[in-house]
């Protein structure tokens, strides 16, 4: 049997989770000489040992669980053990793995609890058979992106909890309220004993709280650079510590800022970063893959503009601000025009990141990615040409003065590459989905500030 399910009272703790890192629910077996059974360890062991001061050289001896349970092998040869040897706990927590032992105890193997059933083809437990998950935390997890990522994950069947200090839209935890393996934490992530507290029984962190946008950071800029790197760099140094695997940072494409040459950007390309906004996100970026090791291995993805409708609005994006004014003004203001953006819906942002929770760490683990949809590169005003076709009452005002001089096209190939995603919903399937909200939707007001960054955090 394979070697990393076994483990000695003697070994280190560091041993340990370097035999657990990157299989959600797996146990090691820890057994004397003779590989008799004496208890298993699992990660959620391990996180809670350092949290109360063990450090990683140190031997699991006191920290491992020595009531378990297990099946005799020749119990199972003869499909005679029955639902008492798995405890209610174990059972209702989804304890996944048993090991298997002969008449002196000694570790034969380690099997699921989803195999065992199968080998049993026992009826009680087959109903209560549910897949391993990991369990995911959404720092910031109410947001623009996070609301329509926490959706997906709960109907997927993930434990999600989210962390977040709901600065715009408090209706958006409601969606999730009735769902039993939601929880929700309000508070900041900024606060040290926030992130401790929430991330005790985690095996994925995704993190996207922020100050966001270059006119919000420009507005707050000391609560910007607290939430965009400084909570950031010490949840990558908690995570880091506790032997998270999977970390997965939302960064922007705005690190390139401005490229005068207009070629197609890779994650290999200069980084030209024109806002405080920007430049904390290098920051991040590089604050993270300061903290990678043999377990802990961030993905970072930059961002295209985000777009689409979602349970939290934001009426200060590009292709969102464009649906709203032609609707509501049958007008689109464009100061410019000429620059390139990246662009992609937030469903497929969604999507981008379910893809890299279950990729393995070989593929994403320690990795920048551009994800954006590479059809979706355009000049801004072929953006608001786009909205003309399907607002068809809507006219474009072009003025001269540029607001953003950022201007860059990027190439999300490697993430393709890597995990087999592509971007694939389009900018005018969003203006429809607008259309359809607005029209269905009479006393929808788009203006209120709760839908903007920029509009509540200049006021508060
Ligand atoms: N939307 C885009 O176009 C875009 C583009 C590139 C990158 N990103 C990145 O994606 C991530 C999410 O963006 P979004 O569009 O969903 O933004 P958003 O503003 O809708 O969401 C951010 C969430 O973080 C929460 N938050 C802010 N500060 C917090 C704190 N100190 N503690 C706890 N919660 C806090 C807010 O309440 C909000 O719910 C950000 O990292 C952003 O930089 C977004």
Redesign the pocket.
């Known amino acids: 049997m394979d070697k990393d399910n076994f483990i000695r009272e003697s070994d280190k703790i560091s041993t340990a989770l370097k035999k657990i890192s990157g299989s959600f629910g797996k146990i090691v077996c820890v057994t004397d000489n003779n590989k008799k059974l004496l208890g298993v360890l699992t990660s959620g062991d391990i996180r809670r040992a350092i949290l109360s001061g063990h450090g990683s050289n140190q031997p699991i001896k006191k920290i491992y669980n020595k009531k378990v349970s297990f099946i005799f092998e020749d119990e199972l040869k003869n499909k005679k053990f029955n639902k008492s040897i798995f405890t209610d706990r174990e059972i209702n927590q989804s304890i996944f793995y048993i090991p298997i032992v002969d008449k002196k105890k000694r570790v034969k193997n380690i099997l699921t609890t989803e195999r065992i059933v199968e080998l049993m083809e026992n009826k009680i437990l087959k109903n209560k058979k549910k897949k391993k998950l990991p369990k995911i935390l959404i720092?910031?997890?109410?947001?623009?992106?996070?609301s329509i990522l926490c959706n997906k994950l709960l109907r997927k069947g993930y434990e999600v909890k989210i962390?977040?200090?709901?600065?715009?839209d408090k209706s958006?935890v409601n969606n999730f309220k009735k769902n039993k393996n939601f929880s929700f934490i309000k508070?900041?992530?900024?606060d040290l004993n926030t992130q401790i507290n929430v991330i005790k029984d985690i095996d994925v962190v995704i993190?996207?709280?922020?100050?966001?946008?270059d006119p919000?950071c420009n507005a707050r800029p000391e609560?910007a650079l607290?939430?965009?790197y400084l909570?950031i760099a010490s949840m990558a140094q908690l995570c880091s510590y506790l032997g998270i695997s999977k970390f997965i940072?939302?960064?922007?494409?705005?690190v390139y800022g401005l490229d005068k040459e207009n070629k197609l950007l890779t994650e290999k390309s200069n980084l030209n970063p024109i806002s405080h906004?920007a430049r904390m996100?290098i920051m991040s970026e590089k604050a993270l893959l300061a903290n990678k090791n043999d377990i802990f291995k961030p993905t970072i993805f930059?961002?295209?503009?985000?777009?689409g409708p979602s349970l939290?609005n934001?009426f200060d994006?590009v292709v969102n601000t464009m649906a709203k004014n032609a609707y509501y003004e049958g007008k689109i203001n464009l100061h410019g025009g000429e620059q390139w953006r990246p662009n992609i819906h937030?469903e497929d942002?969604a999507d981008g990141i379910i893809t890299s929770i279950k990729s393995s760490q070989q593929k994403v683990g320690s990795k920048i990615f551009n994800l954006s949809s590479d059809k979706s590169n355009f000049k801004i005003k072929e953006i608001a040409l786009a909205a003309e076709k399907v607002f068809k009452k809507s006219k474009i005002n072009i003025r001269k003065n540029m607001i953003d001089n950022r201007n860059y096209r990027v190439s999300s190939k490697k993430f393709f590459l890597s995990s087999g995603f592509k971007a694939s919903r389009t900018i005018k399937q969003a203006y429809k989905d607008f259309k359809k909200l607005f029209k269905n939707n009479k006393n929808f007001n788009p203006n209120k500030k709760i839908y903007s960054?920029i509009k509540l955090l200049s006021e508060k």
């Open positions: 720092v910031g997890g109410v947001g623009y992106i996070g962390v977040d200090k709901v600065l715009y958006v508070a900041d992530i900024c993190f996207l709280a922020e100050i966001v946008g919000a609560d607290k939430t965009n909570s940072y939302t960064s922007s494409c705005s906004y996100k930059r961002l295209g503009t985000v777009f939290r934001r994006l937030v942002v960054n």
